[in-house]
């Protein structure tokens, strides 16, 4: 059964930091990408930051560059989104994703059809 579990996400005041983390299981992880998305209620869920599977091309989203790191560790099967200087319109729910790379990350990670499994999310609130 193909699974990602978030874990991480809290409670935290404007520029403070959070490390998500993604645990991958029931396939191979190191054949796809990973991508980081949030969604608030209302909205749709946006590509935030993505990496490959080799973990040596990237992308962020330009709310956060500067600001989050992406980075997986394929002999764990895990994933990270270090989050530093968190603002209030950071706060949403937080998904990984995996999908099989068709182009660049920068290509894929604004685009939902090509991540093809999904977590349940992490609730990241970042007060004022």
């Known amino acids: 059964q193909l699974q990602l579990v978030e874990s991480g996400g809290n409670l935290v005041q404007s520029g403070g930091s959070l490390r998500l983390s993604c645990a991958a299981s029931?396939?191979?992880?190191?054949?796809?990408?990973i991508g980081w998305f949030r969604q608030v209620p209302g909205k749709e869920r946006e590509g935030v930051s993505c990496?490959?599977?080799?973990?040596?091309?990237?992308y962020y989203d330009d709310s956060v560059k500067g600001r989050f790191t992406v980075s997986r560790d394929n002999a764990r099967k895990m994933a990270y989104l270090q989050m530093n200087s968190l603002k209030p319109e950071d706060t949403a729910t937080y998904y990984c994703?995996?999908?099989?790379?068709?182009?660049?990350?920068?290509?894929?990670?604004?685009?939902?059809?090509?991540?093809?499994?999904w977590g349940q999310g992490t609730q990241v609130t970042v007060s004022a």
């Open positions: 994703a995996a999908g099989i790379r068709v182009s660049t990350m920068q290509f894929m990670c604004p685009v939902r059809r090509y991540w093809g499994v």
């Open positions: 029931g396939f191979t992880f190191e054949h796809f990408a």
């Open positions: 990496v490959s599977e080799r973990d040596n091309s990237t």
